[in-house]
């Protein structure tokens, strides 16, 4: 089983705060890295991908990915209460993704 | 814009009962999904399928079957539903193309009574 590692939390942020949301995984030969966001009752949306060493930024969020420490994090600019969400980091060694069982974010007004 | 379409999307079913789960994909893509998600144990793959009539066991197949007769349309099968397949089943769907990324449809809950 190819294990992708997630704190639980629940993470507690403030509003217009930054919040970091990390994520390890077992598998090597990954390739490709994914950020999802999951609202209660809601089946989960695509936030980001990335697939390469470094940073990639998209409006307030920023994935960043080290092949080498086999670590890949997302950053959540300015966060809003509409952020509270579960964030779900998935990984591709393969045809599917395998998925760490989510962060659960807290913003408070 | 990717449309995962998941026709039922509450069913409950008695115990013993054959049930099916419908899935079309409105993007051509060669790859789909079935998953299932339980509070605390996160997205587990069932089955998945790379091409029309192929098929691949995910993590958690027992009790499942799947078929795939047409590129658009992935169906999930409980042969015999068990109080344990009580759950929010998840499809998704993938191309090479669109960079891998795969795309859910809205899920269906199911609960087995």
């Known amino acids: 089983q190819k294990e992708v590692e997630q704190n639980s939390g629940p993470l507690s942020v403030p509003e217009g705060a930054i919040a970091s949301l990390n994520c390890t995984y077992s598998?090597?030969?990954?390739?490709?890295f994914f950020w999802y966001r999951q609202y209660s009752g809601k089946s989960p949306e695509l936030i980001m991908s990335?697939?390469?060493?470094g940073d990639k930024e998209d409006g307030r969020f920023t994935a960043q990915l080290n092949k080498a420490s086999q670590y890949v994090s997302l950053l959540i600019r300015d966060s809003q209460p509409s952020d509270s969400a579960t964030y779900l980091c998935?990984?591709?060694?393969?045809?599917?993704?395998?998925f760490g069982k989510g962060t659960s974010l807290l913003v408070t007004p | 814009d990717v449309k995962v379409t998941q026709s039922s999307r509450y069913l409950v079913k008695r115990t013993g009962e054959k049930v099916f789960l419908e899935c079309v994909q409105d993007?051509?893509?060669?790859?789909m999904f079935w998953y299932r998600q339980d509070p605390g144990l996160g997205l587990r793959l069932i089955y998945f399928?790379?091409?029309?009539?192929?098929?691949e066991k995910g993590d958690i197949p027992e009790g499942y079957s799947v078929s795939r007769e047409k590129k658009e349309r992935f169906s999930l099968i409980l042969e015999s539903a068990s109080t344990n397949q009580t759950s929010m089943y998840l499809c998704?769907?993938?191309?090479?193309?669109?960079?891998?990324?795969?795309?859910f449809g809205e899920g269906s809950w199911l609960t087995v009574v």
């Open positions: 998704a769907s993938s191309s090479e193309s669109s960079g891998n990324t795969i795309y």
């Open positions: 598998d090597r030969g990954s390739q490709s």
């Open positions: 990335i697939y390469s060493n």
């Open positions: 998935a990984v591709k060694p393969g045809y599917a993704l395998n």
């Open positions: 993007m051509d893509h060669e790859n």
């Open positions: 399928s790379y091409d029309v009539k192929m098929k």
